[in-house]
């Protein structure tokens, strides 16, 4: 028997077989039941369905079932739920109908496969006497609601086994006959006299959570072989099936079921057609359907309308879990972008945006942290539920911006969309501060206060990460050179686009630093998600790409002088008074958001490259660690919504594989001549850096970071303290990060000699001087010799010292163990001795007893 088939298991259930001892497991093959096979058992080939005669018990249930019973009898059923164990079901069944625990696990067993069973058959009082018992044992369990039971009319059990057969018959007879099947379909989708959702599909579909499990599998079968075996009965199903889409996704979270036994499950035959499932966006609006629907079940929100999942009860998690799905159905419309489009599809989908955007407004700013000071938090928030969302929603994002890039119109209207959103979302931004005034190195920028170490900061920016990858389409479709009065950049201005970003890159570079001990671990936890390759690619990468186009758009020294400031690092660079009293602070993070936004370029559209130089860079850097498997090279690479890396187009091309030895496995090693490619900001600076891609022309100001007055005052406060006797704040990371944007700047440094800016003040006034970079470095090139051959002198000095300290330890340690050897050799003799004497003395006297013995001599004996 095949243990995976319905019939198999359907006769293997009806046999003597099932009540004894078996095990089954699934072998290579093909499988065919084996009902009827008397060679194929022992005894008992048939089962009750296909023995003939059939038995005294047959005729029994025959007659429990039979309309023609004159008795009025009743049946208690037990249906099955997803809550309760199997160990509850036995437990109750026990208690309630006085069975073994054989029978009570086989009444179990057909509850789950079936969903429901008769465990109790009589009058109305002696069934309804077994549910009375079921229901009240739920006090006795852990469980918010008991056994779903119910007290059953025999001739309504009788009805509903005739319908399951008859759709079961039907099932199967209209896989012979096309022009059956046909017909099938017309009555099926037939209106009635109430109108519209009045066909008999649209009743099975409305009342499908009312079901059990096994009718909805066999009118589920049903459907597919009749409605979904042919194309034009096909769309008129899927018509009514996104008709009734809302009613039937709030059964569903009303339901005990699991997905895959509702008919909700079978929106995957339906929209992951492309062709279907752009019909039903343009002629039912279904994106905004399942988008306005999801929203709609996820009602927690705060007083700002953000969503907010803290003190979920059980039951709640429980309904999130399975709202999640609706992500799933998103998920099937939008998998294949289109080739051509309409002007219906563009107005739907577009539709579809904006209640898109509706719903990443309600994720914008949710869960916000305030850093703890004082004491340690108490209670651990809940962060789990939002990056949940977020992981889900990643390849929808990244899915809704692939259809964008299809359509320049599509592309600019959902531009404006998402700035006119993010616009609402930073309508409070300021917080009704008063704008302060930032001034170093002769440059002057208004903002206004904020900082991240005591004011509210959230990690979830889904609006402006959604603009950051429509900002790079644009670039990369060149549609902002072609048509730049189509887009307003400049609202919001740039400084507010960079707002939320900088404030996510400063919490992290906190954290890292130290800052947030106090907040526990849920902070620590999201701190990694954030950068983990799950989220990553719809996070921080993209908050480095807000930074780049903010950048790319303002004045450079206006950009890192708003930087420093959100980094609470303004008064170091700007004042040499304060520079002691920062020196343990995150200064090098700063300079590291200044080399990724001037350095970091391959990305498709900040840089020109093409999407598989960004994986091939990956794949460098990581096999620049350690040669590693090729699932260890999957897990490091971001997936997209197909579950592609696009490992295999590059690997062969950078990386050679080595055939695993007796023991261990396959690893592949970077070939030797893609080491140049290397970024030596990870690495040390024996070279320089490699020459980096030249960027796209929306973002070509970039490079104008690399030579702006702040960022050359930066990096001179940073050579100046490593040049100072007292050492300054500085660390070898930022002079690491310094240097490498020298060789970002010129890739060939012995041919060019940069200046930074070093500022000093004397008697109040400030002084700026511009000095040559190569000579800073020789200077402290100087010093770094100095304090090496130093540092030689001490450890040689430390080691003389330590050799002689192990020389005299050794020394008392040698002497201390031969005055021990000689004090135990001392105690030896002397108890030799006592032991002589007593010997002696014990012979004298006992003379006589030795002398009738004829005893040896004393001197002989051997003691």
């Not at 078996?22 to 039941?33: E, K, L, V």
């Not at 034009?232 to 709030?250: H, M, P, S």
């Not at 799933?328 to 080739?339: A, C, H, N, Q, T």
């Not at 929306?698 to 702040?710: A, K, P, R």
Request: proline fraction near 4%.
């Amino acid at each position: 028997a095949d243990p995976t088939c319905v019939l198999c298991m359907k006769c293997f259930l009806g046999s003597i077989h099932k009540e004894h001892r078996y095990r089954m497991t699934t072998s290579g093959g093909g499988g065919f039941c084996d009902c009827g096979d008397a060679e194929a058992w022992k005894k008992g080939p048939y089962c009750q369905q296909h023995r003939h005669p059939p038995t005294d018990r047959d005729a029994e249930e025959v007659r429990h079932v039979s309309l023609l019973s004159r008795e009025d009898t009743y049946y208690c059923m037990l249906f099955n739920d997803e809550v309760h164990t199997y160990e509850q079901v036995i437990y109750t069944l026990q208690k309630a109908v006085n069975c073994s625990q054989k029978e009570a696990v086989s009444f179990a067993t057909t509850v789950d496969r079936d969903g429901r069973k008769s465990v109790r058959y009589g009058d109305f009082q002696f069934c309804d006497q077994a549910k009375s018992v079921i229901v009240v044992s739920r006090n006795t369990s852990r469980q918010s609601k008991p056994l779903r039971v119910q007290v059953m009319h025999s001739s309504v059990v009788a009805h509903q086994c005739f319908a399951l057969r008859a759709l079961s018959w039907l099932g199967q007879i209209i896989q012979y006959s096309d022009g059956l099947r046909r017909v099938l379909c017309e009555v099926g989708l037939q209106r009635g006299p109430e109108g519209e959702y009045s066909s008999l599909v649209d009743k099975l579909m409305l009342n499908d959570s009312k079901m059990w499990k096994g009718a909805r599998n066999i009118y589920h079968q049903l459907l597919m072989n009749s409605l979904l075996m042919d194309l034009k009965y096909k769309k008129i199903f899927a018509i009514q099936f996104a008709k009734n889409y809302r009613r039937l996704q709030t059964d569903f979270m009303e339901d005990d079921h699991e997905r895959v036994v509702s008919v909700t499950s079978l929106s995957v035959q339906l929209f992951t057609v492309p062709t279907m499932a752009r019909m039903l966006m343009v002629e039912e609006n279904l994106m905004t359907t399942i988008i306005k629907t999801f929203v709609d079940h996820l009602r927690h929100r705060d007083l700002q309308g953000r969503f907010q999942f803290d003190r979920y009860t059980a039951q709640q998690a429980f309904k999130f879990g399975r709202v999640q799905s609706l992500i799933g159905d998103l998920k099937y419309i939008l998998i294949s972008r289109p080739s051509e489009w309409s002007d219906q599809l563009r107005l739907k989908f577009l539709e579809g945006l904006d209640a898109f955007l509706e719903l990443l407004k309600c994720m914008q700013g949710m869960d916000p942290v305030v850093r703890q000071v004082g004491q340690h938090i108490e209670m651990e928030p809940e962060w789990e539920a939002a990056f949940t969302l977020q992981m889900k929603l990643t390849h929808i994002i990244s899915m809704i911006q692939e259809w964008c890039s299809t359509d320049e119109h599509v592309l600019i209207e959902a531009y404006r969309k998402c700035l006119s959103a993010l616009s609402h979302c930073h309508s409070g931004l300021p917080d009704g501060e008063q704008p302060i005034s930032l001034s170093v190195a002769g440059h002057c920028v208004e903002t206004f206060r904020y900082q991240v170490s005591q004011d509210k900061v959230s990690i979830h920016l889904p609006v402006c990460r959604l603009l950051a990858g429509l900002h790079v389409l644009l670039s990369r479709t060149e549609v902002a050179s072609r048509f730049p009065e189509q887009l307003p950049l400049v609202s919001p201005p740039p400084p507010l686009l960079i707002e939320l970003p900088l404030r996510c890159l400063v919490l992290c570079a906190q954290v890292h630093a130290g800052m947030w001990r106090r907040n526990g671990f849920s902070l620590i936890n999201q701190i990694y998600y954030y950068h983990n390759v799950k989220c990553r690619v719809e996070m921080f990468d993209k908050d480095m790409i807000m930074l780049q186009a903010g950048a790319s758009m303002m004045d450079p020294n206006h950009f890192l002088m708003i930087v420093l400031s959100r980094f609470e690092l303004f008064h170091i660079f700007s004042s040499a008074d304060c520079r002691k009293r920062y020196r343990d602070t995150h200064k090098g993070t700063c300079v590291c958001v200044c080399v990724c936004g001037a350095g970091e370029r391959y990305v498709s559209g900040v840089g020109q490259v093409e999407s598989f130089d960004e994986v091939r860079r990956e794949i460098i850097h990581q096999l620049s660690i350690r040669p590693m498997a090729h699932s260890e090279l999957v897990k490091a690479l971001p997936e997209n919504g197909n579950k592609e890396t696009g490992l295999e187009r590059v690997i062969d091309s950078v990386a050679s594989f080595k055939k695993p030895g007796v023991t261990g496995r396959g690893l592949y090693e970077l070939r030797p001549e893609w080491n140049k490619h290397f970024n030596l900001y990870f690495h040390h600076f024996t070279l320089p850096p490699p020459s980096p891609p030249l960027l796209c022309p929306l973002f070509g100001s970039l490079v104008n970071l690399l030579q702006c007055d702040v960022l050359l005052a930066v990096e001179g406060a940073v050579l100046q303290w490593a040049v100072e006797p007292s050492g300054g704040g500085w660390t070898e990371s930022m002079l690491q990060r310094v240097r490498h944007m020298g060789g970002v700047l010129d890739p060939n440094p012995m041919g060019y000699c940069p200046k930074v800016i070093c500022t000093s003040t004397q008697g109040g006034v400030w002084r700026t001087n511009c000095v040559c970079t190569l000579c800073v470095l020789c200077l402290f090139r100087k010093k770094k010799v100095c304090l090496c051959l130093q540092m030689v002198a001490n450890i040689k000095t430390m080691r003389e010292r330590t050799s002689s300290t192990l020389t005299t330890l050794r020394d008392k340690d040698k002497a201390e163990r031969k005055r021990k050897a000689e004090m135990a050799r001392l105690r030896r003799e002397k108890i030799m001795a006592q032991m002589s004497e007593m010997q002696k003395h014990f012979i004298n006297e006992n003379k006589e007893l030795f002398q009738q013995r004829e005893w040896a001599e004393p001197s002989t004996v051997n003691w």
